[in-house]
């Protein structure tokens, strides 16, 4: 499967014994490894339980946790089986955190804005409004911090995390009417969960709660007039677009959501050394599948729903604007009410702001200035 010449590489890099310790660090991990060797292999074998907070088979995030479990069962030779469960299946959606910290279950699969009640400070680990994009907020798990900082966060309730996915930029929902100024939001009743709620109910708008499977008769029957959900994918298999006619873009109040696996902390701790770091390689193994599905799927599904007549609107700058200003208010309620959320918010906004300076100056203006195609750039 790999390639040999790449295997070679890494057999070199791996006799200087240099990069390991580094690159061990830097994810955190190197800590609470030191008693654990891999001179003998253990042959114990687990049987772990995953639930999750997707519903049973739900496309790319259901099925990456599908996909964790079985190169996790083949990496490890078959020492780690993982049942995977979708949501109600086990224990309900939102119950996999509890089940999991408790050790009734090993390992569940979600994203850590879920647990925003429980813990404020674990959303800064998925998304936040105008934040980083996908690439960005990986970089600053992996390198920039956040894994110390998310660890040291989790530890407290007995879990482990791990990256699990990202969804990329997501859109900006379907309205069933234009939004041309800041005071189209007044009034507006939309399905909007977590801190880009707030941001909207600061603009005038209100934020309903309703779940995957209540969004489309809202939407039908006038409950709510717009609707985010996560991009072209996801929202074409919702069938949205038959209702509300204006897909907006983008998703500044996801700009890059970042899903998580999470293991409890004794299980993890007790598990030999080689079978924590294959753990960790799958799980980030799956972490790149999920964004590149996400990528390749919405490309493809974005274009099937123009070509189905949806309109493509994009906010006008002054209402991002403005937004961006509550946006602000409310990041700053979140720290001021939180201990950990303004530790953690200065980790994430000191890299934000030095990493936004090289893409604007790289990746933006590639986008910009050489990525369109021949035919959109006239
Ligand atoms: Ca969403």
Redesign the pocket.
């Known amino acids: 499967m790999t390639k040999p010449s790449r295997r070679r590489f890494f057999a070199a890099g791996a006799g200087t014994l240099i990069g390991l310790p580094l690159l061990m660090r830097g994810l955190g991990l190197g800590a609470q490894k030191s008693t654990r060797t891999t001179d003998s292999i253990s042959q114990e074998s687990y049987e772990w339980k995953m639930a999750t907070t997707w519903p049973p088979g739900f496309p790319v995030l259901g099925e990456g946790a599908s996909y964790l479990a079985e190169l996790i069962e083949h990496a490890s030779g078959g020492r780690i089986r993982i049942k995977v469960y979708g949501a109600g299946e086990l224990v309900p959606a939102l119950g996999c955190f509890d089940a999991v910290r408790t050790g009734a279950i090993e390992m569940g699969s979600g994203a850590s804005y879920y647990w925003a009640g429980k813990m404020p400070a674990s959303q800064l680990f998925a998304t936040v409004p105008f934040g980083m994009n996908a690439q960005q907020m990986t970089s600053w798990i992996i390198s920039g911090g956040g894994y110390e900082l998310w660890r040291e966060l989790y530890a407290e309730v007995g879990l482990v995390p791990f990256l699990g996915g990202n969804?990329g930029v997501?859109m900006g929902g379907w309205f069933t009417k234009e939004i041309n100024t800041i005071d189209d939001l007044k009034g507006l009743k939309m399905r909007m969960?977590g801190l880009g709620g707030k941001v909207l109910q600061k603009a005038g708008g209100t934020a309903v709660l309703l779940s995957g499977g209540e969004i489309y008769t809202g939407l039908e029957r006038g409950i709510i007039d717009a609707t985010?959900?996560?991009g072209p994918y996801h929202d074409y298999t919702m069938g949205f677009h038959e209702i509300a006619k204006y897909y907006y873009t983008p998703?500044w109040?996801?700009p890059g959501?970042a899903m998580e696996f999470f293991v409890n902390k004794e299980v993890y701790d007790a598990l030999p050394m080689d079978l924590q770091s294959i753990l960790e390689a799958c799980c980030h193994q799956v972490h790149m599948w999920i964004l590149s599905e996400f990528e390749a799927q919405n490309s493809h599904y974005l274009n099937l729903l123009l070509q189905e007549g949806v309109e493509l609107r994009q906010f006008p700058e002054e209402v991002l604007d403005v937004l961006r200003v509550h946006a602000t208010a409310v990041m700053d309620e979140l720290t001021a009410s939180d201990e950990a959320s303004d530790r953690i918010y200065a980790s994430y906004q000191d890299f934000h702001n030095r990493i936004r300076g090289w893409s604007r100056k790289t990746e933006g203006l590639y986008h910009s200035l050489l990525q369109e195609s021949p035919e959109q750039a006239g």
């Open positions: 969804t997501q969960p985010e959900w996560i998703g109040h996801e959501t």
